[in-house]
């Protein structure tokens, strides 16, 4: 099993750029996130999804959408890049509502 | 809004010693506490804690939650040099959006 698969592993765009990020997930896990990590702020949620059709905003949503056509991916588009959004992002899933997350091994994006 | 704050925010040790990480917490729907390492990449998974006073163990970790007073604390016993890394507390959240909310970390360094 590959577990949580992201793409690319480094990315760097020039403001108002657009572009996704790739989550991919081989477990069939019904929970998916996206975090992005700042120093000193932790691991902040981005959007979540329950399934396969139903996503919802987490703390900080504003310039990013999602998708979840399938059980297996979990897309997260960048609309208009801006500088605040250089940051390491985490995708990660879970199987059922009482077990934890995996993530994957992250996306370091810079914006200049 | 929920809230999880882990203390120390770093700290350095020699090899050998025994550390103590705390991690704090005021989560509405609390579901779990789990704790992750995290060196380079991705967070890693530790532990899940859902029932007071049962300590989980793995090696020279174990943890603890306290439901009452509303904390964990992660141990670590004769550290070695390969227990550097960021520690993550998060607490999971009950309902369909199993949400997970982190701590902003506790960085320990451990020296020779």
């Known amino acids: 099993n590959a577990g949580v698969t992201q793409t690319p592993k480094f990315q760097v765009l020039k403001t108002g750029q657009s572009m996704t990020l790739q989550c991919a997930q081989d477990m069939n896990h019904e929970y998916m996130s996206w975090y992005r990590q700042d120093p000193g702020m932790g691991l902040r949620l981005i959007h979540y999804s329950v399934g396969a059709g139903i996503t919802d905003q987490g703390e900080v949503p504003n310039g990013y959408n999602v998708s979840r056509s399938t059980t297996e991916d979990f897309p997260l588009r960048l609309l208009s890049a801006a500088p605040s959004q250089t940051s390491v992002y985490f995708c990660?899933?879970?199987?059922?509502?009482?077990?934890?997350?995996?993530f994957g091994s992250g996306t370091r994006l810079t914006v200049v | 809004e929920d809230k999880v704050v882990q203390s120390p925010l770093s700290l350095v040790v020699h090899e050998g010693d025994t550390v103590t990480l705390n991690c704090s917490y005021e989560?509405?729907?609390?579901?779990?506490l789990l704790w992750y390492k995290q060196e380079k990449k991705a967070p890693t998974f530790l532990f899940m804690l859902t029932s007071s006073g049962i300590e989980k163990k793995s090696g020279r970790l174990s943890s603890i939650l306290d439901k009452k007073e509303l904390f964990s604390i992660l141990n670590i016993t004769a550290t070695q040099t390969g227990d550097s890394a960021v520690y993550l507390c998060?607490?999971?959240?009950?309902?369909?959006?199993?949400?997970?909310?982190f701590g902003t970390g506790t960085r320990l360094q451990v020296t020779l």
């Open positions: 998060a607490v999971l959240n009950t309902g369909t959006a199993s949400k997970l909310t």
């Open positions: 990660a899933s879970k199987g059922g509502a009482s077990v934890g997350y995996t």
């Open positions: 989560v509405t729907n609390f579901r779990s």
